[in-house]
């Protein structure tokens, strides 16, 4: 229900002249995303710029070699997903983790 001084404002999102607090109330909705919390095997909570170490061997696909448990990847990057971190790591390119195999350091 709206309220007779209320301003009407192009959506243009939707195509309709919608009341002024309507349309806050929908921006407001969609505007702020979730942040994804992305956990390590322990719980630690990762963030970009983390070094983390594996805590199992790991088959690489594509790259025909193993990463040895123990070994520390350094700078990783969130990707969005909670359970995948992006890294880099000599000769492998476009390497992607699930967290789940990996301790902060």
């Known amino acids: 229900m709206t309220s007779d001084n209320d301003d009407y404002v192009y959506d ?3 195509g309709e002249w919608l009341p002024a607090s309507e ?3 929908r921006t407001a ?3 702020a995303p979730a942040v994804v919390e992305v956990r390590d095997s322990a719980g630690n909570v990762l963030a970009d710029g983390d070094s983390v170490t594996l805590i199992k061997d790991l088959k690489v696909k594509g790259a025909g ?3 040895k448990r123990g070994t520390v990847i350094k700078s990783i990057r969130l ?4 359970q995948e971190i ?5 000769g492998i390119k476009g390497l992607v983790l699930r967290a789940e195999f990996v301790k902060k350091s």
Request: glycine share 4%; charged share 30%; aromatic share 4%.
């Open 12 to 14: 243009e999102a939707s």
């Open 65 to 67: 070699t193993t990463l």
């Open 29 to 31: 909705a969609h505007a």
């Open 23 to 25: 349309l806050a109330a």
């Open 79 to 82: 990707t969005g997903d909670d």
């Open 86 to 90: 992006d890294c880099k790591y000599e």
